[in-house]
């Protein structure tokens, strides 16, 4: 079984940082893409960044230039780091990764974290 865990999260004021981990564990043959999603309350699930194996990332156009997604060595752990915080970030943010199970496997298949709050405030 995989499980991905997030660290990191909070409170902080609008224009400071925070910096979100996440460490995939269990018995798999690699990870594809990994990346962060949010949800603020009402609101779906939106994705943030994504990183791919090859370290070609993905940000969504409300966090570019605030945010860079970066992954580890071991293509185990990703990381985001959250610079000039807004209100609007406000939101429950979850890790994502993309398993391929075993060396015959074709099809990743989608692991998600428990969330972890981050709260802006103004």
């Known amino acids: 079984q995989v499980q991905l865990v997030e660290s990191g999260g909070g409170l902080v004021q609008a224009g400071g940082s925070l910096r979100l981990s996440c460490a995939a564990s269990?018995?798999?043959?690699?990870?594809?893409?990994m990346g962060w999603y949010r949800q603020a309350p009402g609101n779906q699930r939106e994705l943030v960044a994504t990183i791919a194996r090859d370290g070609s990332t993905n940000l969504s156009d409300s966090v570019k230039g605030r945010f860079t997604i970066s992954r580890d060595g071991s293509r185990r752990t990703v990381a985001l780091q959250m610079n000039s915080l807004k209100p609007e970030d406000t939101a429950v943010y979850y890790c994502?990764?993309?398993?391929?199970?075993?060396?015959?496997?074709?099809?990743?298949?989608?692991?998600w974290g428990q969330g972890t709050q981050v709260t802006v405030s103004s």
């Open positions: 994502n990764a993309g398993v391929l199970m075993y060396y015959f496997s074709k099809t990743p298949r989608d692991y």
């Open positions: 269990g018995s798999l043959f690699s990870i594809m893409t």
